[in-house]
Nanobody, 123 residues
Framework: QVQLVESGGGLVQPGGSLRLSCAAS????????MGWYRQAPGKQRELVAT???????NYADSVKGRFTISRDNAKNTVYLQMNSLKPEDTAVYYC?????????????????WGQGTQVAVSS
């Protein structure tokens, strides 16, 4: 069974930094695109950043220049380096990955989600 586990969230002051990690495990054959999403209380989930298997990145305008997404294919892990954090960055952050895996003895491509990690930015 494929599982994504996030880590690295916490409470930081405005202007601080955090580094989120998300590791995939299971009967993985390959991982296509990976990304980070976030959902603030009472608000809709939004895209933060994505990265393709070839390393092409995409960022939301609100985080461009402050956040950096990267991946380590050997470790099946995606990272999100967050600098110059603002109170409006406060949210639950979820990682996502499109993965080709063995399911019920067969190979399928599907989207998987992590459990989420809390990021709080306040004085």
């Amino acid at each position: 069974q494929v599982q994504l586990v996030e880590s690295g969230g916490g409470l930081v002051q405005p202007g601080g930094s955090l580094r989120l990690s998300c590791a995939a495990s299971g009967n993985i054959i390959s991982i296509n695109a990976m990304g980070w999403y976030r959902q603030a209380p009472g608000k809709q989930r939004e895209l933060v950043a994505t990265i393709t298997s070839g390393g092409t990145t995409n960022y939301a305008d609100s985080v461009k220049g402050r956040f950096t997404i990267s991946r380590d294919n050997a470790k099946n892990t995606v990272y999100l380096q967050m600098n110059s954090l603002k109170p409006e960055d406060t949210a639950v952050y979820y990682c996502n990955a499109n993965i080709r895996a063995v399911v019920a003895g067969r190979r399928f491509d599907d989207d998987y989600w992590g459990q989420g990690t809390q990021v709080a930015v306040s004085s």
